[in-house]
């Protein structure tokens, strides 16, 4: 029996242009030195309203209905987005570990390889380090893991409890890792 689980959803979208995307992240940051939060190095972006994002707004919301189906989400309720930015994490550069302010987070990446840091997700049990650590379990698995990573890959979209404590690892190679976060708030739906 598994009685929490944390709902993760990964998909690649479809029919995003993506070189718009990364024109857009570069200009942006041509002409505006961004915000500093969790990023070490790095740009990120201000919050951004911008139409060049509406078909990925549009991609993002068919899935956020998916993932709101799977928690259960009452129908009187909506979702919608409180923030959205764009990130340019260069080599070397990371995030530390963190979590969002509302419902449902994600990210989605415009450019990057599976080598330019992964998205780390902590397991959010606060005591696993006094005895659920690696060295007492064979292999990880979803019972015992201490963090799950993923791969980046251009196209991918990723969301997540916007509670979940997570990080960006490295970015090792010399090119940019350019990824779009957004979160989200839930409300009762307005008749
Ligand atoms: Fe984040």
């Known amino acids: 029996m598994n009685i929490f689980s944390i709902p993760i959803h990964m998909c690649e979208l479809q029919e995003i242009d993506n070189n718009s995307l990364v024109s857009y992240a570069y200009s942006l940051r041509d002409n505006n030195t961004g915000r500093t939060l969790s990023n070490k190095g790095g740009w990120q972006s201000d919050i951004l309203n911008d139409n ?12 956020i209905s998916y993932y709101a189906n799977l ?6 309720k909506t979702i919608s ?10 080599q070397n ?8 302010d509302g419902f449902i987070s994600g990210v989605y990446y415009p450019q990057t390889s599976p080598d330019m840091g992964c998205l780390r997700l902590e397991n ?4 696993k380090s006094i005895s ?3 060295n007492n379990f064979n292999n990880y698995n979803t019972h015992n893991a ?6 980046p890959k251009t196209g991918l979209l990723v969301l997540f409890p916007s509670w979940l404590e ?3 690892e490295p970015n090792s190679v010399n090119e940019d890792r350019i990824s779009f976060s957004f979160n989200t708030r839930i409300e009762n739906a307005v008749s």
Do not use: A, Q, R
């Open 52 to 63: 060049i994002l509406n078909m990925l707004l549009i991609k993002i919301l068919t899935n």
């Open 71 to 76: 928690l259960d989400v009452k129908k009187d």
């Open 81 to 90: 987005f409180t923030n959205t930015w764009l990130n340019i994490n260069g």
């Open 93 to 100: 550069d990371y995030n530390i570990n963190h979590v969002h």
């Open 124 to 127: 959010h049990n606060n005591l």
């Open 132 to 134: 659920w650590h690696g």
């Open 146 to 151: 201490e963090n799950f990573l993923v791969s």
């Open 166 to 168: 997570h990080g960006v």
